[in-house]
C-alpha cells in the first residue's frame, strides 16, 4: 500500500518540504510539498536523489573495521569499544590535543548530531577542532560576533518585500540560498525584479547572474575594494542614515573615515568596475526604501573576506536597511538558537584565545581553520594530532592541498569516521561508524530556521523507522561518549551514566523542551486564518506535518542584542586594523603577473562530494570542467573538450576545458568535491565520474589572516593544453 510522508529535504540549506510517497521500505516517489509555508512546493533536482542515496548499494550500513587495505563488517559495540580504545589511548599517551576532529556540514542539517555533537567535543577536550566552517561561513560569524556580539546572530534579506537585491559573490539560484534559507529563489527573485532590481557582482556571470537585472565582473579578492567604495560614495555625498538603530549603534565615524581613502576611482582599478557605476550603485542603494546587500561563499572565502562580510553589514546599516522590513532583518525562530547554544556552552564566541601550533593561525569559537589541519597532523612536537574523528566530514576533497592532508590522514596513529560512505577521507580511518540514512532519521532544522526568509518551523517524522541493528548519528556519538567517561572515570561515574541517560532521552524530548521554551511556547497566533494557533511544542508540530507559519521577519533591535553587547558596533578594531593589509594588497603582482585566477563554481546539482554518487544527479553532460575565457583559451590554444592540466603552487590536475564569457578574462572556474579517482573509495558511480579535486590546487597558504578562512576564490594558476587527451587527474609531486 502507498503511504505518503510529508519530510524535509536536508540536502542543502533551502530546508524545502517533501512530500515522500512510499510502499513498505521502498521509496515510490519525492516531490514538492505545496502545503509547506516556506517552500510551497519547490524543490530543486536534488531531492530526488535523497532516493539514490537511501537505495545506494555504496552506503554502510554496518561498522566497517580496516585490516590493511580490506575491510571487514564487525559488531557495533565492538565498533565503539575500539573507537573509544583507541581516542582514550592516543590522548593518554600523547595529551588530551593528539587527537583531532573535522566536522562535515551535514552536521548541520542532522539534529541529532547539532544537538549531541557539542557534548562530544566537550568530552574530547581538544583544542585541535575543524570544521567546514573555516573554508564556508567563518567571515560571517566573525562579523556577527564582532558587530553585534554573538558569532551566530544573522541579519538575513527580507527578500518577500525587497525592491533592490545586491548580491555580492553569491549564486542563490543554484546554492538555493545560504545563510538565507529561502526556498524558491528563482520566484522570489522574479518577485524582486517585478518590483524593483536585483544586481549581482561576481568574476563570473553566475545562474543567478544570468537572471538579474544587471551583472558586473569583478576581479577575484578586490570586493572589499567594491564595498569600501560604496561606503565612501555614502559618506561622502551624505546619504548615510542609521534610523532607529542610530541610539545604539557606535563606530559610524570610525567607518567613514576608515572608508575615506577607498574611493571609487581606487575600486574601480582594482576590481574592474567602473567608477561611475559604483558610485550610481551607492545612490540607488541609499534611496531604494527597501533594499538588502548580501554576500555568501564568493565573498566570504577570499583573503579579504572578513572584511567582505563587515562591509556588507554596515552597508546594510548605514542606509537604513537593517532591521527593517524589506532589508536585512534577525528570525525569530522556535527554538532560540542563542539560548541553545548558550545551553549547549557554545556561547556568543571568541577569537584567539589560543592558536594553532606550527602558524600561530587564530581559533574562532573553539575552531582552528581547516587550512591548518595537515601541518598539525604532520609537523611533530607537543600538540600534535596523532589520531582523528571525523564526523559527516570529507576534509581530502573540501580543504586546501588536500593531497598533502590524504598523505597526513595515511600517517595517523588511529582514525574513525562516523560516515556512511567510504570517500576518500574515511578510507584512511581504522573504523568506519555508519549512521542511518536521512530517510530514516527524524528532521528538525535548528540552524536553518534561524536565518530563513520567513518565520516558520516544522518537524518532519522520520519517513523509515531506523532498520534492524543501524544506529542514529546521536546515538553513535553518546555511544562514544559513554565509553570514554567510563574508560577515564569508571563506569558508574556521574559523567559515563549522564550520557546513558541521554540515549534514553533522546533528540525529542530536548526538542519539545527548545520549542516549550522559545518565543512561541507561551502561544502563538494563527497566522493565516484556519491556520493552527496555540502553544508550540513537539505535540504541536507533530498536529502539523506540512509545518507552522510563523509570519513575516519581525524587527528585533536591540532587544535581539545579547545583553553583554547592547550595541551595533560599525566599526571593530579587528577590521580597522585589518585594511592596512588590503591596501597593501595593491601593491602586489596582479592578475596578469600571476596568469590566471582559479574560482569555485557551485552546481544546483551538487552541494556536497557524496552527492556525486548519485546516478541522477550525475547523468547528462560532463559537470568537472574548467570554465575559461575565450581571450585566454586562444592565447593557450585551447578549445572547448581539450584536455587541460591546471598547476597552482601546490598541485596540479587535468580536466576538459569549457570555453566561455561566462568568466571574465583572467579567471577560470572549476567546481568543487570532485576527485574521486582515489585507490580504496568505494563510491561506484562517483568514480565513472571522477573529475579532478579543486582542493588539490587551493593553496593553504591563501587564506584570510583576520579569520583563518581559506582562500579558495582567487588562487593564481597556470593553465596548458594538455599532452594526455584523458581527463584523469595527475597529482603533484607530494601525492603517495
Ligand atoms: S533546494 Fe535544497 S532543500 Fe530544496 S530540494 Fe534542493 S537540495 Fe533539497
Redo the contacts with the bound molecule.
Keep these: 500500500m502507498t503511504r505518503a510522508h510529508f519530510s524535509t529535504?536536508p540536502?542543502?540549506e533551502?530546508?524545502?518540504g517533501l512530500r515522500v510517497e512510499t510502499e513498505g521500505r521502498r521509496v515510490v516517489s519525492i516531490r514538492g510539498d505545496k502545503d509547506d509555508p516556506l517552500s510551497q512546493g519547490h524543490?530543486?533536482p536534488?531531492?530526488m536523489a535523497l532516493q539514490d542515496l537511501h537505495e545506494d548499494p555504496d552506503r554502510l550500513r554496518h561498522p566497517m573495521r580496516r585490516r590493511g587495505s580490506s575491510w571487514e563488517p564487525i559488531p557495533w559495540a565492538d565498533a565503539l569499544d575500539e573507537a573509544t580504545e583507541g581516542l582514550h589511548r592516543v590522548q593518554r599517551k600523547h595529551g588530551r590535543d593528539a587527537v583531532g576532529i573535522y566536522l562535515g556540514n551535514p552536521n548541520a542539517h542532522n539534529l541529532g548530531a547539532m544537538l549531541f555533537g557539542p557534548l562530544l567535543l566537550r568530552t574530547l577536550g581538544t583544542r585541535n577542532r575543524y570544521s567546514a566552517t573555516s573554508v564556508d561561513q567563518l567571515p560571517h560569524m566573525a562579523a556577527s560576533y564582532h558587530m553585534f556580539g554573538h558569532q551566530l546572530l544573522f541579519p538575513v534579506p527580507d527578500l518577500d518585500r525587497c525592491d533592490l537585491f545586491l548580491i555580492v559573490g553569491a549564486n542563490p539560484l543554484a546554492s538555493?540560498g545560504s545563510i538565507m534559507t529561502a526556498?524558491g529563489m528563482r520566484r522570489r527573485l522574479r518577485e524582486i525584479q517585478q518590483r524593483g532590481r536585483v544586481v549581482v557582482v561576481d568574476p563570473r556571470r553566475t545562474e543567478t547572474a544570468a537572471a538579474a537585472s544587471e551583472h558586473l565582473f569583478v576581479r577575484p579578492g578586490t570586493d572589499a575594494f567594491f564595498l569600501l567604495a560604496l561606503v565612501h560614495v555614502i559618506a561622502r555625498e551624505g546619504l548615510a542614515n542609521l534610523g532607529r538603530l542610530e541610539p545604539f549603534t557606535t563606530g559610524a565615524r570610525a567607518l567613514f573615515a576608515a572608508a575615506e581613502p577607498f574611493g571609487p576611482e581606487r575600486a574601480a582599478v582594482v576590481t574592474g568596475i567602473d567608477a561611475a557605476v559604483i558610485e550610481r550603485l551607492a545612490r540607488e542603494l541609499a534611496m531604494t526604501p527597501r533594499a538588502a546587500v548580501y554576500g555568501r561563499v564568493g565573498a566570504c572565502t577570499q583573503r579579504f573576506g572578513g572584511l567582505n562580510a563587515w562591509l556588507i553589514n554596515a552597508l546594510n546599516l548605514i542606509t537604513n536597511h537593517f532591521d527593517r522590513p524589506g532589508g536585512v532583518m534577525f528570525p525569530t525562530p522556535a527554538v532560540d538558537v542563542l539560548s541553545a547554544a548558550k545551553g549547549f556552552g557554545i556561547g556568543r564566541g571568541h577569537m584567539g584565545r589560543w592558536r594553532s601550533r606550527i602558524r600561530g593561525l587564530p581559533e574562532f569559537g573553539g575552531e582552528l581553520p581547516a587550512v591548518a589541519m595537515a601541518e598539525e597532523i604532520v609537523e611533530p612536537g607537543e600538540g600534535r594530532i596523532r589520531a582523528l574523528l571525523t564526523q559527516a566530514g570529507n576534509p581530502v576533497l573540501s580543504v586546501p592541498n588536500g593531497a598533502k592532508l590524504d598523505e597526513a590522514l595515511g600517517s595517523l596513529e588511529f582514525m574513525v569516521s562516523v560516515d556512511f560512505y567510504l570517500n576518500e577521507t574515511t578510507r584512511h580511518a581504522h573504523l568506519i561508524l555508519p549512521p542511518v540514512s536521512p530517510l530514516e532519521r527524524d528532521h528538525y532544522d535548528l540552524i536553518f530556521h534561524a536565518v530563513a526568509v520567513r518565520n516558520t518551523t516544522k518537524f518532519s517524522p522520520a519517513v523509515f523507522p531506523k532498520p534492524a541493528g543501524a544506529k542514529h548519528d546521536w546515538e553513535i556519538l553518546l555511544g562514544l561518549i559513554a565509553r570514554l567517561e567510563a574508560l577515564r572515570h569508571g563506569p558508574l561515574s556521574r559523567a559515563a551514566l549522564q550520557a546513558r541517560a541521554l540515549l534514553a532521552v533522546g533528540p525529542r524530548l530536548l526538542l519539545d523542551a527548545g520549542l516549550r521554551l522559545g518565543p512561541y511556547g507561551k502561544g502563538f497566533a494563527g497566522f493565516k486564518p484556519g491556520g493552527p494557533a496555540g502553544k508550540l511544542s513537539l505535540a504541536t508540530l507533530l498536529r502539523q506535518p506540512h509545518g507552522v507559519d510563523l509570519g513575516p521577519l519581525v524587527p528585533a533591535m536591540p532587544e535581539r542584542l545579547p545583553k553583554e553587547h547592547p550595541h551595533i558596533d560599525l566599526a571593530p578594531q579587528a577590521f580597522l586594523r585589518d585594511l592596512a593589509r588590503l591596501a597593501a594588497s595593491e601593491d602586489e603582482p596582479g592578475p596578469k603577473e600571476h596568469g590566471l585566477l582559479l574560482i569555485g563554481r557551485r552546481q544546483l546539482r551538487s552541494?556536497n562530494s557524496w552527492m556525486h554518487n548519485a546516478p541522477r544527479l550525475m547523468s547528462g553532460r560532463e559537470r568537472c570542467t574548467l570554465l575559461m575565457h575565450p581571450s585566454d583559451a586562444a592565447t593557450r590554444g585551447i578549445h572547448t573538450g581539450a584536455s587541460v592540466t591546471i598547476t597552482s603552487r601546490v598541485g596540479r590536475a587535468t580536466v576538459r576545458a569549457e570555453v566561455s564569457d561566462e568568466v571574465m578574462p583572467g579567471v577560470v572556474s572549476l567546481p568543487h568535491g570532485f576527485g574521486h579517482d582515489r585507490p580504496g573509495v568505494r563510491l561506484r558511480v562517483a568514480r565513472q565520474h571522477a573529475g579532478a579535486s579543486f582542493n588539490d590546487l587551493a593553496d593553504p597558504e591563501l587564506y584570510d589572516e583576520l579569520t583563518g578562512t581559506a582562500a579558495v576564490n582567487g588562487v593564481p594558476v597556470e593553465v596548458e593544453l594538455s599532452p594526455s587527451c584523458s581527463p584523469s587527474q595527475q597529482r603533484s609531486p607530494i601525492d603517495p
Excluded: E, M, Q, Y
Design positions: 529535504c540536502l542543502c533551502a530546508c524545502c524543490v530543486c536534488k531531492a538555493g526556498p552541494n
